[in-house]
């Protein structure tokens, strides 16, 4: 069994570790890190490369502990499956929004004009592949912010919200998002650079 050990590690490295384990063919490993975003994120990582994981935590760290069947194993071994949305004929468009408002001098229009963009982008007909929300965006997706409807509406629709896990953290709000996928900065990249085109607010 192969010890992944990225205690002290900042997003994304825990993951990129793991995943450099798995493309070694690593078929039962352990990993290591130390706070609960990690966990999901190396879990979230490891279950769609066809592990089975349990963990558990001692003093504030947590050991992941993963095994896979032959079948995936041999099919892991060769390539690592990419999570990353791929476009479907014409390139879908992939959101990168960091910020709770939509421009900055007028804080209040800029909440209007952000929740009028996402509620737009929910109703069009081929909505985004993904959409990041880093930073002060990671607030869009509180479960009590006046944008979390509109977000689950696009989820619903098809679009990939990855939420970052490190702003999150930062954040102290972790327990509070009502929607999307808490992230980390290799799945996000890995998204927008799949999509094709990516728009930036």
């Given at each position: ?7 002290g ?17 690593a078929a039962?490993l ?8 990690a966990?999901?994120?190396v879990t ?20 992941l ?15 690592v ?22 421009g ?15 509620g737009?982008?929910?109703k069009?007909e ?25 977000l689950k ?11 970052c896990g490190t ?5 102290g709000i ?8 808490i992230s ?7 998204a ?5 085109r990516?728009?930036?607010?």
């Amino acid at each position: 069994m192969i010890t992944v050990n990225a205690v002290g590690k900042a997003c994304p490295e825990p993951v990129i570790m793991t995943r450099a384990a798995v493309e070694k063919g690593a078929a039962e490993l352990e990993v290591l890190v130390d706070n609960a975003v990690a966990v999901s994120n190396v879990t979230r990582f490891l279950e769609g490369q066809g592990f089975r994981v349990q963990h558990r935590e001692n003093g504030g760290e947590f050991k992941l502990t993963a095994r896979r069947d032959g079948a995936a194993a041999s099919a892991g071994s060769a390539a690592v499956a990419d999570s990353a949305p791929r476009p479907q004929g014409k390139a879908r468009l992939a959101v990168l929004i960091a910020g709770k408002t939509l421009g900055r001098e007028d804080k209040e229009l800029g909440e209007v004009l952000i929740k009028g963009f996402l509620g737009t982008l929910s109703k069009l007909e081929t909505p985004p592949a993904v959409l990041a929300l880093m930073n002060e965006g990671v607030k869009l997706a509180l479960s009590d912010a006046s944008t979390c409807d509109h977000l689950k509406d696009l989820e619903s629709a098809g679009t990939k919200i990855l939420v970052c896990g490190t702003c999150v953290n930062h954040f102290g709000i972790v327990d509070s998002v009502g929607v999307g996928v808490i992230s980390n900065m290799l799945e996000i990249v890995e998204a927008l650079n799949g999509s094709g085109r990516i728009l930036s607010l």
